[in-house]
Each structure stands twice: as structure tokens, then as C-alpha cells.
């Protein structure tokens, strides 16, 4: 997974509103938002498409580990 940040890219935007700024936690790859940007017309789309992304992400881990808490084995 390769990972770049400089504020001064359309890349690096998305990375800064997303704070996606360190690699050793990062949540995308850098194809992943050129991937976005590219979809969504630019870096201010693929912001908001990557916030979206991330909330589903969250949405799902919380999903997941409410089902899981209170089962009984």
C-alpha cells in the first residue's frame, strides 16, 4: 500500500480533511484516492466520498461488535 501526503496535492487534501495524514494508520492507499478523485470529479468529492466510506466502515465495526457482545457460546 503506498502512502504520499502533501497538503499541497489534490491527494493530499483529501488526506488533511479526512486526517489521513500518518501512513502507519492510514485508511486509504494512495491509489484508493486517486481512485476517488478521479470518480467523484476531484479532491473535494472524493473528500466527501471517503467520509462516506469511513462512516460505513465505523457503521459496520459497531454492527458487528454490538451482535457479538452479548451472545452467549
Known amino acids: 500500500m503506498s ?3 502533501s497538503p499541497t496535492t489534490d491527494r493530499g487534501r483529501v488526506r488533511l ?3 489521513d495524514t500518518r501512513a502507519e494508520r492510514a485508511a486509504f ?3 484508493e484516492i486517486d481512485a476517488l478523485i478521479t470518480d467523484e ?3 473535494a468529492g472524493a473528500t466527501i466520498a471517503g467520509a462516506r466510506i469511513l462512516m460505513a466502515d465505523r457503521a459496520r465495526f459497531a454492527r458487528v461488535y454490538s ?7
Open 29 to 31: 492507499s494512495d491509489e
Open 67 to 73: 451482535n457479538t457482545e452479548g451472545s452467549v457460546d
Open 17 to 19: 480533511r479526512l486526517s
Open 41 to 43: 470529479g476531484g479532491w
Open 3 to 5: 502512502f504520499t501526503y
